[in-house]
């Protein structure tokens, strides 16, 4: 039907604003992060216990919003969340002290945990209906928005205040959301073709014979965000430390592997109709693993840089594929525990790399990137019925 095929491209692109508005707030708050830390006179130590806040809040978030959609649906959940996002990234450059900064990001992490699992609820059921893997496409929009936000913060850092610039972020949340929300609140959900295997229903929603998968994929999600968190805090300093690499050239690093990650998001969708899921979660994994036992272990600067780049092109469609299908097996709370499982890898990956690093070395630590990789690998493999289904 003419109608019902207009809604759903509709929906496809709202949500992709939603997605980018997403990224695009975040990273307009982590580039202010070292203006914030001066501001509050925090320590290194108090600003990364408050920085903790942001991870607490969407970790405790993520599995009440998983409920919070189920009971009144993925859309209304995605604009609350997209207005207490908006409305939160402007409270961090009001705060005077860590105690206070670790507060006030308790209250932006939970929402920015809430609308991840709303809009990839959405996402997971559009997938469906649609019957076509796009998943990658709305992470590819996610990256989008985190390099148009990082750009915009580095832009305006001179001339603006973190009060000025966080200030610009909520209103252009907020127009944003009410323009894409307006429409997101008119378009009916969509209707599966099939309703998700959910055999033996818990209270909770997720089948106990699904609930065993949907942490198999949330594992996958957690292998993946771990190298993400990963390359994001050692990457430079790995080759500004081991390959003698300039400090402005060391930062090229994580841009290459963003770059990757975000260039393979955008042919995701092409990827998986191509290959398939397993294909590509088996591909994805071992393709990182060995981009990145070249960028840790690589002699020269150019090696590491083309390691980075493939190690971005091999995760890039892990966390979207493991993801959507956490949320075919077991709707929004299987969407929550793959995005929780997922979360708590990311922020696992920095620490762990750090007291590796103390323990060997700082390349050494960054091989249990290639080893998780590889795990997600294995997992993909191993899980090929369900991955398919």
Not at 256 to 281: K, N, P, Q, S, V
Not at 307 to 331: D, H, K, Q, S
Not at 342 to 368: E, H, Q
Request: glycine content about 12%; aromatic content about 6%.
């Amino acid at each position: 039907m003419p109608g019902a095929r207009t809604d759903l491209t509709r929906l496809r692109a709202v949500l992709t604003v939603f997605f980018a508005l997403d990224g695009f707030v975040f990273a307009g708050w982590v580039v202010r992060i070292p203006a914030i830390k001066e501001q509050t006179g925090a320590s290194a130590s108090a600003l990364g216990l408050a920085l903790l806040g942001v991870s607490a809040g969407a970790v405790v978030t993520m599995m009440l919003t998983g409920r919070l959609c189920r009971r009144f649906g993925s859309h209304p959940v995605t604009v609350v969340c997209g207005v207490l996002l908006s409305l939160s990234v402007a409270l961090p450059p009001l705060t005077h002290s860590a105690l206070a900064l670790g507060a006030v990001l308790l209250v932006f992490g939970s929402a920015y945990g809430g609308i991840n699992v709303a809009f990839n609820s959405a996402a997971v059921d559009l997938v469906r209906t649609l019957r076509r893997p796009i998943m990658p496409s709305f992470h590819a929009a996610f990256s989008l928005g985190g390099m148009a936000g990082a750009g915009l913060g580095a832009l305006v850092a001179g001339a603006l205040s973190p009060t000025e610039h966080l200030l610009g972020l909520t209103a252009i949340g907020l127009l944003v959301t009410l323009l894409a929300g307006r429409a997101l609140l008119r378009i009916p959900p969509p209707v599966p073709p099939e309703p998700a295997p959910r055999a033996t229903s818990t209270p909770s929603g997720a089948g106990t014979t699904a609930r065993p998968l949907v942490i198999t994929f949330g594992l996958i999600a957690l292998c993946t965000a771990y190298g993400e968190g990963a390359m994001a805090d050692w990457s430079a300093l790995h080759l500004e430390q081991d390959l003698d690499a300039a400090a402005g050239v060391a930062a090229v690093g994580y841009s290459c592997f963003a770059l990757a990650m975000t260039i393979g998001r955008l042919t995701g969708t092409r990827l998986l109709e191509r290959l398939g899921r397993t294909r590509t979660l088996v591909a994805g994994g071992a393709t990182a693993a060995a981009g990145m036992l070249l960028g840790a272990l690589a002699p020269a600067l150019w090696l590491a840089l083309v390691g980075f780049v493939i190690t971005g092109l091999g995760l890039a469609n892990l966390f979207p594929v493991a993801v959507e299908r956490a949320g075919t097996l077991a709707g929004p709370e299987g969407v929550a525990i793959a995005s929780t499982l997922g979360y708590g890898g990311m922020l696992l990956g920095p620490p762990a790399i750090g007291f590796m690093a103390d323990w060997f070395s700082l390349p050494a630590a960054l091989t249990s990137v290639a080893v998780l990789a590889a795990t997600a690998a294995a997992i993909g493999a191993v899980t090929r019925r369900a991955a398919e289904r």
